[in-house]
């Protein structure tokens, strides 16, 4: 039963507490870019979702086999195997989704929620709670999305999801779906989403890492850096002695 | 000659791949609390992104030969991988001084999205060698003159009362909102220079 109450845990926490997108802030480069509209931004959701799984599946089953000095390169090729894959069945069955999205679609391979959840989860967690974790992850990471489709649609074009909602006499405000638009419909989304977990007493969404930088938060290059830099005050402070 | 520059300019204004195409966001927000970090940072991305640009083409044409077009996604991210740490050793070994000023960003621009979707951007586009390594140059001359821009306005920023909900990342985003509108305003102009 604590089990099962655990698996739940790691569905939910991807949906509101840890949303990858609000929350954590990762994968930022997808979420502005394709949420232009209610359409692509639930392509895009979906085709991650589906490469987030696989991969967390693949990579916790081969957790034991992958030396950790060479894991990064190995959980990439994992992953572009599984966009590669995405690719190829989005371009055959859903031709209007491939043009949406663009270079995007292969760009998910660098999407730092995968790579991310690879190296903080999947790399330490059973099959079955990783493939749960990738779910939960892939809802919320489309849900954030879908949220700011709807509003920059909406506002951008007067419709949502191509249903035209504001009467035609209504002028749109471009801007929304303009890149400027996903900028700021973005910061005004953590800025909610700061106020209802400073409510709930849990910390801002915060960039985190080496100088801040979300990739890092999860990335194993990290400590080299800060060695690094430390190295280099170290010698600082000895050049400084002498 | 009148197309490269075009190339050239586009990429670094019209089409800027921060604030117009949204590659690289992650070290756009992240690196560019300080001046000086941001142009270290955006250096490292020109000379991969132009390095990498290099030597993807030739592989390109390797591929769409061999029928494995399929594979360039694959093959460009460990191509990209297996460069940057090539070019780290390297830089240490020969070059100590740039490898100070860069080598710490090196490793992050492995999984950046800006190098990948240049390469995939020159291949899509269906650009020549040099043209490709004319946009690679002024896709990496728009990220730097994003990062440099935007350090200034964040550094700005830290002496400003902020509503306290604005506080942090997400009055980061609105500034970041108000340059790429600033951005907008070259919109056409590469048309009205080159005709």
Redesign the interface.
């Known amino acids: 039963m604590a089990k099962k109450k655990g698996l739940l845990h790691e569905f939910t926490k991807g949906l509101v507490i840890e949303n990858p997108v609000l929350r954590l802030?990762l994968g930022?480069?997808?979420t502005?870019?394709v949420s232009t509209s209610v359409e692509s931004a639930l392509g895009m959701g979906a085709a991650a979702s589906i490469v987030l799984i696989c991969s967390n599946i693949v990579i916790s089953a081969l957790k034991k086999v992958i030396p950790s000095k060479v894991r990064i390169?190995a959980y990439?090729?994992i992953i572009?195997?599984f966009?590669?894959i995405v690719?190829?069945v989005v371009k055959a069955f859903a031709p209007q989704i491939d043009e949406q999205l663009?270079?995007y679609l292969?760009?998910i391979?660098?999407?730092?929620i995968i790579?991310g959840r690879a190296e903080a989860f999947a790399c330490k967690n059973s099959v079955i709670a990783s493939a749960v974790d990738g779910m939960g992850m892939g809802v919320g990471f489309t849900a954030a999305l879908l949220l700011m489709g709807a509003i920059r649609e909406f506002f951008g074009t007067g419709a949502i999801a191509g249903m035209q909602i504001l009467p035609e006499s209504i002028s749109p405000m471009l801007?929304f779906i303009?890149?400027?638009?996903?900028?700021?419909v973005?910061?005004?989304l953590?800025?909610c989403a700061?106020?209802l977990a400073?409510k709930k007493g849990l910390s801002?969404?915060?960039?985190k890492?080496?100088?801040?930088?979300?990739?890092?938060g999860s990335?194993s290059?990290r400590e080299?850096?800060e060695n690094?830099?430390k190295a280099k005050k170290e010698d600082g402070k000895e050049a400084v002695n002498s | 000659m009148k197309m490269m520059l075009a190339i050239l300019l586009t990429g670094i204004l019209t089409e800027n791949f921060v604030?117009?195409?949204?590659?690289?966001?992650?070290?756009f927000?992240?690196?560019s609390?300080k001046l000086n970090?941001a142009v270290g940072m955006s250096a490292a991305v020109i000379f991969v992104m132009v390095l990498s640009t290099a030597v993807t083409y030739p592989i390109n044409i390797l591929l769409v030969k061999n029928d494995l077009e399929?594979?360039?996604?694959?093959v460009f991210?460990?191509v990209i991988?297996a460069l940057v740490q090539l070019v780290e050793i390297v830089l240490k070994k020969y070059i100590p001084a740039l490898y100070n000023a860069l080598?710490?960003y090196l490793?992050?621009i492995t999984?950046?999205?800006a190098v990948?979707?240049v390469v995939?951007?020159n291949i899509?586009n269906s650009y020549t060698f040099v043209q490709s390594v004319m946009n690679s140059l002024g896709a990496g001359l728009g990220f730097m003159l994003a990062m440099v821009m935007f350090a200034g306005v964040r550094e700005r920023l830290e002496s400003c009362d902020v509503p306290k909900?604005?506080q942090?990342?997400?009055?980061?985003?609105?500034a970041?909102?108000?340059v790429?509108?600033s951005?907008?305003g070259f919109s056409g102009i590469i048309e009205g220079i080159f005709g």
């Open positions: 802030v930022t480069c997808p502005l870019a390169p990439i090729v572009a195997s966009v590669t690719q190829m663009g270079v292969p760009l391979v660098v999407n730092c790579l801007i303009l890149p400027p638009g996903g900028f700021f973005f910061g005004m953590i800025a700061n106020k400073d801002k969404a915060e960039l890492g080496c100088e801040d930088c979300p990739m890092a990335c290059i080299e850096i690094s830099q | 604030l117009a195409k949204f590659l690289g966001i992650c070290p927000l992240g690196v609390k970090t399929y594979l360039q996604t694959i991210i460990l991988a080598g710490i490793p992050l999984t950046n999205c990948l979707g995939l951007l899509e909900f604005l942090g990342l997400p009055i980061t985003l609105i970041a909102s108000l790429s509108v951005f907008l």
